[in-house]
Nanobody, 120 residues
Framework: QVQLVESGGGLVQAGVSLRLSCVAS????????MVWYRQAPGKQRELVAT???????NKADAVKGRFTISRDNAKNTVYLQMNSLKPEDTAVYAC??????????????WGQGTQVTVSS
């Protein structure tokens, strides 16, 4: 089975930086696109950033210029560097990945999420 585990969240003041990590483990043959989502209480889940296996990235307009997504394929890990955090960034951040567990099986997997709270 495959498991994704996020870490790095916390309670910080506005303007501070955090770096989130998401590590995939288990029976993994190949990880394609990895994605960071976030969801604040009472709001819909939104896409934050994506990165392909080749390193092509896309980011939501709300985080452009502040957040950077990256990955380490050797470690099956995706990162989200969050700079100049704002109160509106407060949310549970979860990673998602499309993973091949062997040559014939694949699926969409989610982590449990990590809480990011930005105070002002």
């Amino acid at each position: 089975q495959v498991q994704l585990v996020e870490s790095g969240g916390g309670l910080v003041q506005a303007g501070v930086s955090l770096r989130l990590s998401c590590v995939a483990s288990g029976s993994i043959f190949r990880i394609n696109t990895m994605v960071w989502y976030r969801q604040a209480p009472g709001k819909q889940r939104e896409l934050v950033a994506t990165i392909t296996i080749g390193g092509i990235t896309n980011k939501a307009d709300a985080v452009k210029g502040r957040f950077t997504i990256s990955r380490d394929n050797a470690k099956n890990t995706v990162y989200l560097q969050m700079n100049s955090l704002k109160p509106e960034d407060t949310a549970v951040y979860a990673c998602n990945a499309y993973i091949w567990t062997n040559w014939y099986s694949n699926g969409d997997y989610w982590g449990q999420g990590t809480q990011v709270t930005v105070s002002s």
